[in-house]
């Protein structure tokens, strides 16, 4: 099983430029999440899709927006890329709803440097 | 302020040894803390969730515990291998009115030595 897949892997962007991250799941599960990992920090929740249809801002939306497409594909957005972006960003599945003991399943990550 | 403080940042030992990963935590109201797995170049990977009447659960050689009272947990590693050198993430999921809001603490990186 393939489980939650992001693309790409790696990227470098100039500081304006946009870009879009990809995510799918092949679990069949209702939430979705995208994350952000910097060091010495904890992940960060940047935003969520509790369920198809649904999206909401986390700790840190500042700068991104996300499209829930249907419910294997949540995508993450950067209109214009700044350096503060540069993190290794994370997508996330979970087939129960945030706040009722959701395992959650990680993709390998997008590391993402701007420029 | 809610926070999660993982100890200590970093720990080395021999292979076959034990190790102990220390939590602590100042979430409130709380619903439940989790213990990942985070390779190195990897997502981070549950290994295992407790709400506060669970005070210990194991997942193979990983056994975790729960103090609600005093607002700690540990994982308990047993037997180390190689394989199981890297970070350690202690998360607190919230509830109330934040029901689902996840703290996460920065880690542990565990090195295994041969």
């Known amino acids: 099983n393939a489980g939650v897949t992001q693309t790409p892997k790696f990227q470098v962007l100039k500081t304006g430029q946009s870009m879009t991250l990809q995510c799918a799941q092949d679990m069949n599960h209702n939430s979705m999440y995208w994350y952000r990992q910097d060091p010495g920090m904890g992940l960060r929740l940047i935003y969520y899709s509790a369920s198809e249809g649904t999206t909401d801002k986390g700790e840190v939306p500042n700068g991104y927006n996300v499209s829930r497409l249907n419910k294997r594909e949540f995508s993450l957005r950067l209109e214009s890329a700044a350096p503060s972006q540069t993190s290794v960003y994370f997508c996330?599945?979970?087939?129960?709803?945030?706040?009722?003991?959701?395992?959650?399943?990680f993709g390998s990550g997008t590391q993402l440097s701007v420029l | 302020k809610n926070q999660v403080e993982q100890s200590p940042q970093s720990l080395i030992i021999l292979e076959g040894k034990n190790c102990t990963l220390q939590c602590n935590y100042t979430v409130s109201p709380f619903s439940n803390l989790r213990w990942y797995k985070q390779d190195t170049g990897r997502g981070p990977v549950s290994l295992t969730i407790m709400t506060f009447s669970e005070n210990t659960k194991s997942n193979g050689r990983y056994t975790a515990t729960l103090d609600a009272d005093t607002k700690q947990s540990s994982l308990h590693i047993t037997a180390s291998q190689l394989s199981d050198s890297a970070s350690y993430i202690c998360?607190?999921?919230?509830?109330?009115?934040?029901?689902?809001?996840?703290?996460f603490g920065r880690g542990t990186q565990l090195t295994v030595w041969p």
């Open positions: 996330a599945s979970s087939e129960a709803r945030p706040g009722f003991r959701e395992k959650l399943f």
């Open positions: 998360v607190v999921s919230a509830g109330g009115s934040t029901l689902g809001r996840l703290y």
